[in-house]
């Protein structure tokens, strides 16, 4: 009989096979999330991710109050901050915003947004001191844009297919088609 590995004896119940497969499809994902995918009690779920986190399978990014899980194997810690971000719809939509048009002002930004301008403004002080993003003063306008413009889109690109959303799939390819 073959010896199972430590990662095949954690991941022998057919529950936390499936938490670790939905974590690894979806890198960043928070427990709410998975508890509504996999129509999973709270106490079940969370008891499986800390034997997961306990047997080094799994860990998480802590961002905005919510954990957000990643395969260790398969996400590295340099990208799970920066996936853990663009999880967040406001706050990806404001990134590919500035990636794909450059420079904006705040009136701009909200031009893109049907939220109220407190709501963005929180969005937009968040990703400023993440250091993803910056906002200088011109005159009596601020004016956002991107700091880490190449790891924002290498991230895009690297996890890609674990977004559900058209804007990131347009910008990939638009991306893309500028390397060429």
């Known amino acids: 009989m073959p010896k199972m590995n430590k990662k095949d004896d954690a991941l022998d119940l057919e529950s ?9 499809e979806k890198p ?23 034997y997961l986190k306990e047997h080094e399978l799994i860990g998480w990014e802590s961002i ?7 395969v260790n194997d398969e996400v590295s810690y340099p990208d799970r901050k920066m996936l853990s971000i663009l999880r967040q ?3 990806r939509k404001i990134l590919l915003i500035l990636l794909e048009e450059g420079k904006k ?6 031009d893109h947004f049907d939220v109220s301008k407190s709501t963005l403004s ?4 968040k990703l400023v001191k993440l250091n993803i993003i910056k906002g200088e003063r011109e005159g009596r306008k601020k004016i956002f844009s991107c700091i880490e413009t190449k790891k924002i889109a290498q991230v895009l690109i690297t996890y890609q297919e674990s977004f559900v959303d058209k804007a990131v799939d347009n910008f990939v390819d638009v991306w893309m088609e500028m390397k060429r």
């Open 28 to 50: 960043g994902t928070y427990m709410r999330e998975i508890q509504k995918i996999l129509d999973m009690p709270t106490g079940q779920l969370d008891y499986h991710l800390n």
């Open 16 to 24: 936390r096979r499936k938490i670790f497969d939905l974590i690894s």
């Open 122 to 125: 929180f969005h937009l002080k």
């Open 89 to 91: 719809d406001i706050p």
């Open 64 to 70: 905005s109050n919510k954990k957000r899980y990643f």
């Open 105 to 110: 002002t705040f009136g701009d930004l909200h």
